[in-house]
């Protein structure tokens, strides 16, 4: 029997899935070592979906977006049940390692496999809103970026033709990666982010003092977990809670919007781009960052690298310790929201 490695892709979907699928299968060829996709995320390993990933399997699947394996949120330790499934499994097909591709729940679930039960695993870090600790970039998080930019630049025309404020709202749970870098390439006005807290009043100031510049129109991105100031908060307790649920955030624009037009008696439009930003097909950087993570993830198996997670380290692909990568999020860069500042207003 030759040796099977296991290879599956959980939590939500993110463009340059499949080409981490590829590099994994193409990378292994040469090696004679089989590669066993987990259909579903850790529910494939616990429901025994899962089959043999060849050179067919994987043709024409680079520019795809989502994920030829499927994915979903299950979490093996969720159940006793799940763990007794899995071992089960895993020796049924006679698995010698076990690839995870995922995010924070995803990899941390990984961690734990590997630390309490030692399971030889090996992580791949993906998400669109680059938060993960211990790499530099995420892929997908260049895609979703590329998609926030052309929204911008599209809802320029319709902002300045019809002398409004337009709202986008853009996903970044917990981190305002998106809203930055989409804000800055796109060249919004006014940039709202979950690490810094906004006050109105500032927000309303910027789109006065552009429209006394003789701007008629203001582009405001903000990211969907920002919130107001303590000081400053309109939302009410019930608004509050709905819109920062923890399974689902998603409408502080509506209402930014809303108040916008109160406090300031400009018109203000909402766009929320949702999971527009999630799907279709990844950019070309995140084809390269996502085939070179698949490859090095192969030689870490290899290299019996377990608990270990590839990172992007400037320009190089590295190992580091998936504890690294689970402990906390990372928050954005404190010098890409300075420079999105310097364009406020």
Request: include cysteine.
């Amino acid at each position: 029997m030759s040796t099977r490695i296991g290879i599956l892709t959980g939590g939500g979907d993110c463009p340059g899935l499949n080409a981490v699928i590829r590099a994994v299968v193409r990378r292994a060829m040469p090696t004679g070592a089989e590669i066993m996709g987990i259909k579903n995320g850790w529910r494939g390993l616990i429901k025994n979906e899962i089959e043999v990933l060849t050179r067919e399997s994987v043709r024409g699947i680079l520019p795809r977006g989502g994920t030829i394996l499927g994915t979903s949120r299950v979490n093996p330790e969720d159940d006793a049940n799940n763990l007794a499934l899995i071992e089960e499994n895993w020796k049924k097909h006679q698995l010698s390692a076990l690839i995870v591709v995922g995010g924070e729940g995803t990899l941390r679930a990984a961690r734990d496999m590997w630390r309490d039960f030692s399971y030889p695993v090996v992580g791949i870090p993906k998400t669109i809103d680059n938060d993960l600790c211990g790499t530099d970039f995420t892929f997908g998080f260049d895609t979703a970026v590329t998609v926030v930019t052309d929204a911008v630049d599209r809802l320029h025309s319709t902002a300045e033709s019809h002398h409004r404020v337009m709202v986008i709202e853009v996903m970044g749970r917990h981190s305002g990666w998106i809203a930055a870098y989409g804000g800055i390439a796109g060249g919004a006005d006014v940039v709202l982010v979950p690490e810094h807290p906004f006050r109105m009043s500032r927000v309303g100031e910027f789109l006065r003092h552009r429209e006394e510049q003789g701007h008629a129109f203001s582009i405001v991105v903000v990211a969907e977990d920002a919130k107001p100031h303590e000081d400053e908060n309109f939302l009410g307790p019930e608004t509050y809670a709905e819109i920062y649920r923890h399974n689902r955030l998603g409408g502080i624009g509506y209402y930014l919007a809303r108040e916008i037009e109160s406090s300031t008696g400009l018109e203000a439009r909402v766009t929320n781009l949702g999971y527009v930003q999630r799907g279709g097909t990844p950019t070309a950087f995140d084809r390269v960052l996502a085939t070179r993570f698949g490859v090095k993830s192969f030689e870490m198996v290899e290299a019996c690298e377990w608990g270990q997670m590839t990172s992007l380290r400037g320009n190089q692909i590295v190992s580091v310790p998936l504890d690294e990568a689970v402990d906390k999020l990372k928050p954005l860069d404190e010098d890409i929201y300075r420079v999105a500042e310097i364009f406020f207003g």
